[in-house]
């Protein structure tokens, strides 16, 4: 136990959330940072449409998380452990995992419903936790110096939990969990090398498509386009890959599903992602939309949005038009978006 | 401890500042404005307009200059292209969330989204208005909550919870439908402070306006139109050294006869100070507070001058209203004088009179309307006027203010002593009534013991609880001044420990009104506080029972009857949690 931190540097093991850090990193930072109280957070809140994968842990491997969390408060002398759970997740699986918690001081939480999409945002969840309004806090402070209750707080992700009970117990072979979905057959998880490129992954699993498709990969919601073109390169952020075949989607359509998830789940803290994605929603109702508008708004997102959700809100857009419509839908891609 | 000097470059032009400074106030500092609208000194950073975006080399995104730390060595550029793209949607973004009400705003002169718009040249119409169904949500007859104006900054969030641990306003609902509301929880009141008010910065909170009313009357004044009416104003002891501040005048610079100047020139017949009130205020409450502690009445006293301070005790703690001294408050004392003493004086009916103050205050709109205020019938007070509405007028009618020739107040009721001077500050009330006190006390025994005290230095200052032990009049009497309501718990639970307390609701007392120039910052606060503490110093007089005329005002209330004499001097307090 004590070399847990020497073999998370060798596993090289980064956040499996989507956000990528380090993680023996940022298990130092909490370790060095001074607190009597220090927090062990299993982030399970899993709210990007699209991701299935940490459901799909809690159902087969619940015992590796909890393994997981209780290694890294045995290196923290952190207490309290905190399952922080989407409510559909906790409603199916509290009971499960509060009995192979046992005694081990590690408490289940429900996430409200209304904390939706940016309760998953690592500081809304604190603030969620506490009680108070879901949304990204001000950084710095980072929660490993200063998370729940002013603590260090360590938040991993459910899948990184998991990777650290196989690390701890010599059983990591550098694999991941990629959840397919869309134009398939075989969608769900899978667990396979974290080194396969997005085709071999669609290939291995005999879902390589015969029609003319793109794939979205990182999230049906934040997560970029990729063109059949661009496939011979690793997964990002949570490992999703939808499948979309290209005569089934108008441009419009796809474009409003993906502002509407954000307008709809935007938490009112900043300014271009409360009023940027409501006047995006207004402009694709327009019978003629001000395309030069919607990228300026965009661009704007990008560039100052108060967290990580927030200005993640173009990348799917800009990626599409960029890779997938590519100068064929005239009114759309005749602008830089 | 002095901090260490960086050197940063700001477009290019180098820039020191000490080790700590934030890029917005560096930038300030050497005159480049970076727009901001949620950023105020009194609050952590909250961060969530996104107007003062810049670009700091080495970051890939843009950062907000209010949050960002300088740190040595770094380059940062405010008016790049694509710091003035970004800027520019966000403004325009938040122009749309304002419905755009300014013909009858308060505001308008200093507002700073239709400065913005100016400077950076971008419509405000960009967008449709999408706040036009929010609902205004109006706090007694004090203070309201404009919905359609808010632009979701959070000062007013972050006044009423963090700065006066009120917690009455809360957001509802998330993203565009996010709203600012008064909370449901039974347990939770407005005092009508108005922090919430003084702290936005685009009038969505604001004062429920009277000034709609006094225009009316005073134009028919002006075209000989309202017969046997008199208008009379009176100014509030801590508009002086605010008021100029709306008029491109220094910090703290003192303009009380510029007031008097812009009041007639407005068309008032007479204008008094409230400063000659505070003076009735300081004789009648020193008074009780020499029979309190010779009786062995109620202790501690509290002073009551402060009207969210008795809203805060009528709703949260009706067990202290034994407590309060029932001394009326200055504009009341002196309103009520207006409407007898001088009235008799100058034969007028009193109810020909209409009263008006310029306070620095919104709960004295709740204050003045409290019937039992009334003297035979008559309110002492008709309508309450915050500086800044007061300062609209005076911009609105074309006055320019500065080069106003100044005037004296009207006499018998325009002299004032300093210890009158200084109740707009926090300790203030206590100081006044503690030199009074002590001269009381001592009665004609001006020897050993009983030397002449002026100054009282420990219940001054922006601390939030102030706590002294004072010979006054060989009396020991412990005190407490608390400076701003989010400081009252601990005095509240440890009441023995005191014989005399102050509270003022509001920061630095009323110099940090609710109804004061915007903005009010601690450095502001210090600035309006330095130049009363100055004022005192320079009056020739400088403790209540010298002032003359108040005696004289006094005197001729005790011979018209206990009735008269308590119907203007005092009042009374009863639970209340419905404002």
């Known amino acids: ?337 | 401890m002095i901090k260490k000097q960086i050197q940063i470059t700001i477009n290019g032009k180098t820039v020191k500042c000490p080790e700590g400074t934030t890029v917005l106030k560096a930038a300030k500092k050497v005159g480049i404005e970076i727009p901001a609208l949620c950023q105020h000194d009194d609050f952590c950073v909250k961060a969530n307009c996104r107007v003062c975006v810049v670009e700091i080399k080495g970051s890939s995104k843009l950062q907000t200059s209010c949050s960002t730390i300088a740190r040595d060595g770094m380059e940062i550029i405010t008016d790049s292209e694509r710091v003035k793209k970004a800027r520019n949607m966000n403004l325009e973004l938040i122009f749309a969330e304002h419905i755009e009400k300014c013909a009858d705003c308060i505001w308008r002169f200093e507002c700073p989204l239709l400065h913005y718009a100016e400077k950076y040249k971008i419509l405000i119409t960009t967008f449709k208005d999408r706040k036009g169904q929010r609902q205004t949500y109006k706090f007694g007859n004090a203070v309201e909550i404009d919905g359609s104006q808010c632009i979701d900054c959070r000062n007013c969030i972050a006044a009423c919870s963090d700065l006066q641990k009120i917690n009455y306003l809360e957001i509802k609902d998330k993203g565009s439908n996010q709203e600012i509301v008064p909370t449901k929880k039974k347990d939770h009141h407005c005092i009508l402070c108005g922090q919430c008010a003084v702290h936005c910065p685009v009038s969505a909170a604001q004062e429920q306006s009277n000034w709609e009313v006094i225009e009316p009357a005073l134009k028919a004044k002006k075209e000989h139109k309202n017969g046997k009416k008199i208008l009379v104003a009176q100014i509030a002891p801590s508009i002086r050294v605010s008021i100029g501040e709306n008029f491109g005048l220094p910090y703290g610079k003192i303009v009380t006869g510029h007031i008097v100047a812009a009041l007639k020139e407005l068309g008032f017949d007479y204008v008094f100070d409230v400063n000659f009130g505070a003076d009735m205020t300081t004789m009648v409450e020193a008074a009780e507070l020499i029979e309190r502690i010779e009786k062995k009445g109620t202790m501690p006293m509290m002073t009551s001058c402060c009207p969210g301070w008795v809203n805060y005790v009528e709703a949260y703690h009706p067990e202290l209203i034994p407590h309060l001294t029932t001394s009326r408050s200055p504009h009341i004392h002196s309103g009520g004088a207006i409407k007898t003493y001088w009235a008799d004086l100058m034969k007028i009916n009193p109810r020909d009179i209409t009263v008006v103050s310029i306070m620095p205050c919104t709960a004295k709109k709740y204050e003045a309307a409290r019937a039992e205020m009334k003297i035979k019938g008559n309110f002492p007070v008709d309508y309450v006027l915050t500086t800044r509405e007061f300062s609209f007028m005076i911009k609105k009618n074309g006055i320019d203010f500065a080069k106003l020739k100044p005037a004296k107040a009207d006499d018998p009721l325009g002299g004032y002593s300093g210890a009158a001077a200084i109740y707009g500050a926090s300790g203030g009330v206590m100081e006044s009534a503690l030199r009074t006190a002590h001269a009381l006390g001592c009665g004609d025994d001006t020897a050993g013991l009983c030397k002449e005290r002026l100054e009282f230095k420990s219940v001054r200052g922006l601390a939030g609880v102030k706590e002294s032990t004072l010979q006054v009049a060989g009396t020991e009497l412990r005190v407490a001044v608390v400076n701003g309501i989010g400081n009252i718990d601990p005095v509240i639970n440890n009441l023995s420990a005191y014989d005399y307390i102050e509270v003022m609701a509001c920061p630095g007392g009323c110099i940090g009104g609710g109804g004061q120039p915007i903005p009010t910052n601690e450095e502001i606060r210090k600035k309006r506080i330095a130049a009363l503490y100055a004022h005192d110093k320079d009056l020739k007089i400088r403790q209540a029972h010298k002032n003359l005329d108040v005696l004289k005002v006094l005197s001729w209330l005790h011979k018209k009857g206990h009735k008269m004499e308590h119907g203007v001097l005092h009042t009374k307090y009863k639970k209340n949690t419905k404002l």
């Open chain 1, 1 to 337: 136990m004590i070399n847990i931190l020497e073999k998370l540097k060798d596993s090289a093991l980064t956040g499996r959330g989507g956000g990528c850090f380090n993680t023996a990193e940022k298990w130092s930072l909490v370790k060095l940072s001074e607190g009597v109280e220090k927090y062990v957070i299993c982030n399970a809140s899993e709210g990007e449409p699209g991701v299935k994968k940490d459901r799909y842990i809690l159902e087969h491997h619940a015992g590796r998380v909890i393994d997981g969390m209780k290694i890294a408060m045995d290196f923290l002398g952190a207490s309290p452990g905190i399952v922080y759970l989407n409510p559909d997740y906790y409603f199916k699986f509290k009971d499960r995992l509060k009995k192979i918690i046992g005694p081990t001081p590690i408490k289940v939480f429900n996430k409200p419903r209304q904390a939706g999409y940016c309760g998953g945002e690592e500081t809304s969840a604190l603030n969620t936790i506490e009680g108070k309004r879901t949304e990204p806090r001000f950084r710095p402070p980072y929660p490993p110096t200063s998370g729940l209750y002013g603590c260090p707080t360590l938040v991993n992700n459910v899948e990184t939990l998991y990777a650290v009970s196989l690390i701890a117990r010599n059983e990591y072979k550098k694999k991941r969990f990629y959840t397919l979905s869309g134009d398939i057959i075989k969608d769900g998880v899978y667990e396979f090398p974290e080194s396969w490129t997005i085709e071999t992954v669609l290939k291995e699993t005999n879902n390589w498509p015969n029609f003319e498709f793109f794939v979205q990969v990182g999230g049906d919601a934040s997560g970029e386009i990729l063109n059949h073109d661009q496939l011979k390169q690793e997964v990002t952020g949570s490992a999703s890959i939808r499948v979309y075949s290209v005569i089934k989607y108008d441009p419009i359509t796809l474009i409003k599903g993906w502002i509407d998830f954000f307008a709809s789940e935007s938490c009112g803290k900043c300014t271009p992602c409360r009023e940027g994605t409501y006047r995006l929603h207004e402009i694709l109702n327009n019978k003629e939309p001000d395309w030069e508008m919607f990228a300026r708004i965009l661009d704007t997102l990008s560039d100052t949005s108060f967290c990580g959700l927030g200005c993640s809100v173009p990348n799917a857009v800009r990626s599409y038009v960029r890779n997938v419509l590519n100068n064929s839908h005239e009114s759309i891609s005749n602008i830089r978006l």
